[in-house]
């Protein structure tokens, strides 16, 4: 059993900053890559921005040079940094986690997810 436990979420006015956390638990033999996705009302899920295990990371245009991903491998938990946040902003952010779990004979690669944090930026 794993667990993705997201915080940080909140309402902000244009301009500001937030924090989001997401700290994994459970059967875990090793975390792969962590990620920051987004779904705001009526669009489609979208990817914000992704860390590997080696600390490379991919961000989506839109948010270039405005959020930051890290992780903390001993906490398990990867963090994404919003400043500068606009109304576009606005979204239910949702952790992603590609984690390989123990099983009887080996280990078995999964995708989880949190399950999710409003995150609202007014103008």
């Known amino acids: 059993q794993v667990q993705l436990v997201e915080s940080g ?3 902000v006015q244009a301009g500001g900053s937030l924090r989001l956390s997401c700290a994994t638990s459970g059967n875990i033999f090793s ?4 990620g920051w996705y987004r779904q705001a009302a009526g669009e489609q899920r979208e990817l914000v921005a ?6 490379g990371t991919v961000y989506a245009n839109s948010v270039k ?6 992780r903390d ?3 398990n938990t990867v963090y994404l940094q919003m ?3 606009k109304p576009e902003d606005t979204a239910v952010y949702y952790c992603h ?4 779990v123990r099983t009887i ?6 995708d989880y997810w949190g399950q999710g944090t409003q995150v609202t930026v007014s103008s």
């Open 97 to 100: 986690a590609d984690i390989s």
């Open 9 to 11: 979420g909140g309402l």
């Open 31 to 34: 975390i792969n890559s962590m």
């Open 83 to 85: 400043s500068s946040l």
């Open 65 to 70: 040079g405005r959020f930051t991903i890290t």
């Open 73 to 75: 491998n001993a906490k």
């Open 105 to 110: 004979w080996s280990t078995e690669e999964y």
């Open 50 to 55: 992704i860390i590997t295990s080696g600390g």
